[in-house]
């Protein structure tokens, strides 16, 4: 059983394209967190969401809590922004699970 | 990432020897976690503390022991590394409330040949 699901695990998107990856859940957080990993690289933490919508340049995070979902966006998709795409959450447990990620590659 | 440091970021190691990692955190946060991430396993939770000198074993513990005797460092050892724990390893950090400022450690890669 897996407390955090990610959809697509993969995507393959042409530049310019708009892009959603979904993350359900199924324990109770304190927050949820959308990170980024470039192959061989450290993760970097682009949003950390407890309700609502948070907006970074291109980027797009919003979190239903009633339905235990979240979407992250990316507006007009970069080369750049291949990537993989983990969600976290932060359980009021005090433990973090993680979803298994998306393999993001955008085309030129 | 601001507030965590992971040491070393890189290392190689021979089958046997001992490792020892380190988290230090600025920012007083009283959780600290330790991750290893393997294709197809995404990332696991290895051991965590919740406090000085209080710890607690995660999902993948065996053939790792951690110790933190202060708030800031929190040590991952393995008494003797295999080639199984060749891994990327990442430390958390939370304030374990909502709307806290959690952060993630930079990752430290592991080879043992």
């Known amino acids: 059983k897996n407390e955090v699901e990610q959809s697509p695990q993969n995507l393959t998107a042409q530049e310019g394209e708009f892009i959603t990856i979904n993350c359900s859940y199924s324990?109770?957080?304190?927050?949820l967190h959308w990170l980024q990993q470039h192959p061989g690289g450290g993760i970097v933490s682009l949003f950390m969401?407890?309700?609502g919508k948070k907006k970074h340049g291109r980027l797009i995070a919003t979190i239903n809590i009633q339905e235990k979902h979240s979407s992250l966006h990316i507006t007009a998709s970069h080369p750049r922004d291949s990537a993989v795409y983990i969600c976290?959450?932060?359980?009021?447990?005090?433990?973090?699970?993680f979803g298994t990620g998306t393999s993001l590659t955008v085309i030129p | 990432d601001a507030g965590i440091t992971q040491s070393p970021r890189h290392k190689v190691t021979e089958t046997g020897t001992p490792v020892t990692l380190r988290c230090h955190q600025t920012?007083?946060?009283?959780?600290m976690y330790w991750y290893r991430q393997d294709p197809g396993h995404g990332l696991r939770l290895i051991h965590y503390?919740?406090?000085?000198?209080?710890?607690d074993k995660g999902e993948v513990s065996d053939g790792y022991s951690v110790s933190r005797s202060k708030t800031e460092d929190f040590l991952l050892t393995l008494e003797s590394a295999t080639s199984s724990q060749t891994s990327v390893y990442f430390c958390?950090?939370?304030?374990?409330?909502?709307?806290?400022?959690?952060?993630f450690g930079s990752g430290t890669r592991l080879t043992v040949v």
């Open positions: 969401l407890s309700s």
């Open positions: 503390s919740y406090g000085v000198k209080d710890t």
């Open positions: 958390a950090i939370s304030e374990g409330r909502q709307g806290a400022r959690d952060t």
């Open positions: 324990v109770g957080i304190s927050a």
């Open positions: 976290a959450v932060g359980s009021t447990g005090n433990q973090f699970y």
């Open positions: 920012e007083n946060h009283r959780y």
